[in-house]
């Protein structure tokens, strides 16, 4: 697919996988691609960072493989660590078998290594690259973004005990944050950069008539008049996103909603406020 691909037909073939991608997403995908650079997709929570990934793997025919950031992440936990539990197991097993350095050589191999996602995109065999989606990178800290600039800039790893492991496939990466902190010049460098927010009314319509067709038109276009009007609130700590738009019309599709009544909103207003200080706002303003 690859060799034919341009920003056009990836549009359409994302659209099929039920992702409605504009111009500057589609191109910023397609030079990742072709320049195999780290794509950094920044934005608002719930607008799809993450999707991007999931959707290009499916096109791309091969396995996504999810590194998700969290505080306090060390490198061993997104690269490897060895199966302790079991190298003492076979220890004991041989240690009246052989000697010490082939107790060591045996314990120390692949088959007690437990690979973690970046060892595993580097290991990947099968017949086209893996998708590497490194989630939320700004919830990690700046030393565990200090090691990913090691290991982005030459996709490789070295293990004492094994020797120096390259890429098989050089995978293709994705690299998403909310911005709840800055991620650093060197990251940045290294990655081609797109940023990513509210969709305009037209094109959230598109996404719920793809995502969620059996909502009429009608109600869609009520769902999107409510949801643009509440992204204007500006007092609101967490503006709902595409996610929670699309959670919305689904639960007024289950509930069999024909149109947005004050009841019908206020019990439902939860599927797009998820912070009870913004709930609160919402129904001083009067938009309840």
């Known amino acids: 697919m690859l060799e034919n691909l341009t920003p056009e037909i990836l549009v359409k073939e994302m659209e099929k996988e039920l992702y409605v991608a504009d111009e500057p997403l ?17 934005g608002e929570p719930g607008c799809g960072k993450t999707e991007v990934a999931k959707v ?29 539990p079991r190298q ?12 010490v350095d082939e107790i060591t050589e045996e314990i120390f191999s692949e088959k007690f290594l437990l690979k973690r ?15 590497l989606l490194i989630d939320e990178i700004d919830r990690s800290d700046e030393e565990f973004e200090g090691f990913l600039l090691e ?21 293709v990466v994705i690299i998403t944050s909310n911005r709840t902190r800055e991620v650093g010049d060197g990251l940045r460098r290294r ?48 503006k709902p996103g595409i996610s929670e ?4 019309a689904n639960a007024l599709t289950v509930l069999g909603a024909t149109e947005i ?12 406020i998820k912070n009870e200080d913004d709930l609160r706002i919402v129904r001083d303003l009067g938009l309840v």
């Open 191 to 238: 990655c081609l950069y797109l940023y990513v927010t509210y969709p305009s009314p037209e094109k959230e319509m598109k996404i719920l008539s793809l995502k969620v067709p059996q909502l009429s038109p009608k109600l869609a276009a009520e769902v999107v008049n409510f949801v643009q009007r509440l992204r204007q609130v500006g007092e609101l700590a967490k």
């Open 117 to 131: 996602p970046l060892l595993a995109a580097l290991l990947y065999e099968g017949p086209n690259p893996p998708v």
């Open 245 to 248: 738009t699309l959670d919305w």
């Open 88 to 99: 003492l197991i076979n220890i004991r097993l041989l240690e009246d078998k052989k000697s």
């Open 151 to 171: 290991f982005l800039a030459e996709f490789q790893v070295t293990i004492p005990e094994l020797g120096t492991i390259r890429a098989k496939k050089k995978p």
């Open 26 to 42: 589609a191109l910023a995908v397609y030079l990742a691609l072709k320049l195999e650079k780290p794509l950094l997709i920044e």
């Open 261 to 272: 009544n004050p009841s019908i909103l206020s019990s439902t207003l939860t599927c797009l």
């Open 56 to 84: 290009l793997a499916r096109l791309l025919n091969t396995e996504l493989i999810r590194l998700q950031c969290y505080e306090g992440i060390t490198a061993s936990q997104a690269l490897y660590e060895w199966d302790y």
